[in-house]
């Protein structure tokens, strides 16, 4: 009688434990909208290609970072139309931390990039001035804006400086 008593309150003590632990825990739909799934997946989805090439110096200058991985690449060129075009000139590529892609990702929500029209064209008479291409993907969203430097609007050139600074300091310059 004994034994069976000792089974039966080692069944209850282990059914108690699994109600305090249910009950304790977090249900999976939490963990899954918390504010960390939701930073990480908006850095998932975010995006910076920028783009310049021309100039005298007849360069082309790629700056890039994906915010899911928080790579960025950092590459210039000399702009060829042969198809044994020489090594860069200088490339560079490493990782961002969670607030560096925040704080670019802060820069791209107060630019208001979607507002901008796509192509601001060229300045009359201007051989020498190099082109600029950004591509941003956020939010869902794709976004391209496209000018030289005299026509690239504020906003777009205010994202292009925050990525090449970064950059920049990641780099140690």
């Known amino acids: ?25 977090r249900p999976i739909a939490d963990v899954a909208t918390g504010p960390d799934a939701s930073a990480h997946a908006a850095r998932a989805d975010f995006r910076i290609v920028m783009e310049r090439d021309g100039g ?28 044994q ?34 192509d601001y064209g060229r300045t009359p008479n201007s051989a020498d001035m190099m082109d600029h291409t950004l591509k941003v993907r956020y939010d869902g969203r794709d976004k391209t804006v496209h000018g030289d430097d005299g026509t690239f609007p504020e906003p777009a050139r205010r994202v292009s400086t925050a990525l090449h600074e970064a950059i920049w300091k990641a780099r140690g310059r």
């Not at 034994?3 to 825990?25: D, F, K, Y």
């Not at 860069?88 to 892609?101: E, H, P, R």
Request: with cysteine; charged share 15%.
């Open 1 to 25: 009688m004994r034994a069976h008593l000792t089974a039966v309150g080692r069944r209850v003590a282990s059914c108690v434990a699994v109600i305090l632990l249910a009950a304790c825990s």
């Open 56 to 83: 005298l110096g007849s360069l082309w200058i790629r700056e890039s970072v994906d915010g899911a991985t928080g790579q960025w690449l950092a590459t210039t060129h000399r702009i060829c139309s042969v198809p």
């Open 85 to 118: 075009c020489q090594a860069a000139m200088d490339s560079a590529t490493g990782t961002f931390d969670a607030a560096t892609i925040a704080s670019l990702m802060e820069t791209v929500d107060f630019a208001r990039l979607w507002t901008l029209a796509d």
